[in-house]
T-cell receptor, first 108, second 112 residues
Framework: KNEVEQSPQNLTAQEGEFITINCSYSVGISALHWLQQHPGGGIVSLFMLSSGKKKHGRLIATINIQEKHSSLHITASHPRDSAVYICAVDQGAQKLVFGQGTRLTINP | DGGITQSPKYLFRKEGQNVTLSCEQNLNHDAMYWYRQDPGQGLRLIYYSQIVNDFQKGDIAEGYSVSREKKESFPLTVTSAQKNPTAFYLC???????????FGSGTRLTVV
């Protein structure tokens, strides 16, 4: 079993829909990261969180430390949101463990 | 703007040859990392360096080597000992504990 599990692996939705991507982990962490990888391969850091909730534009990330679970939400989704979203947990000593990613496709 | 530059974007290598992937950052970050990404798998840590002239093996260091002679630079050499080198390689940097990470745009290496 992977230490970081994401669901779903693939998600296709229509423009405007509310999107939720889930991340569960089985190890102790100091922080959790949500990353976005576009088709070219480069990765952009979206959020780093250790508790509660963070919001940036249409993106919202939440984490429940007791349940070892985090969610990434996208409101009013748009085709430009199509990408692979990756959850990564920081176990301390700056060593990240990555989920396999969720491939999101938003159709116009 | 500050950032991480990886070059080249695409690289082809013949079997048995060593090849070096470049990673340069102008963010003044102390820590730098190399990850490997294979289809359907999460990124895996190859090597990391938390300070100049020091580096540590990650989870899949066999067949790779690195150096950290300057704060800005963390080149990765894929040696002929790496049995399956075809992959996408990502470099990252961080200011330190409790800070986020900045990633490069990656180098796709193909062994022909």
């Amino acid at each position: 079993k992977n230490e970081v599990e994401q669901s779903p692996q693939n998600l296709t939705a229509q423009e405007g829909e509310f999107i939720t991507i889930n991340c569960s982990y089985s190890v102790g962490i100091s922080a959790l990261h949500w990353l976005q990888q576009h088709p070219g391969g480069g990765i952009v850091s979206l959020f780093m969180l250790s508790s509660g909730k963070k919001k940036h534009g249409r993106l919202i990330a939440t984490i429940n430390i007791q349940e070892k679970h985090s969610s990434l939400h996208i409101t009013a989704s748009h085709p430009r949101d199509s990408a692979v979203y990756i959850c990564a947990v920081d176990q301390g000593a700056q060593k990240l463990v990555f989920g396999q990613g969720t491939r999101l496709t938003i159709n116009p | 703007d500050g950032g991480i530059t990886q070059s080249p974007k695409y690289l082809f290598r013949k079997e048995g040859q060593n090849v070096t992937l470049s990673c340069e950052q102008n963010l003044n970050h102390d820590a730098m990392y190399w990850y490997r990404q294979d289809p359907g798998q999460g990124l895996r840590l190859i090597y990391y360096s938390q300070i100049v002239n020091d580096f540590q093996k990650g989870d899949i260091a066999e067949g790779y080597s690195v150096s950290r002679e300057k704060k800005e630079s963390f080149p990765l050499t894929v040696t002929s000992a790496q049995k399956n080198p075809t992959a996408f390689y990502l470099c990252a940097s961080s200011r330190g504990v409790n800070y986020g990470y900045t990633f490069g745009s990656g180098t796709r290496l193909t062994v022909v």
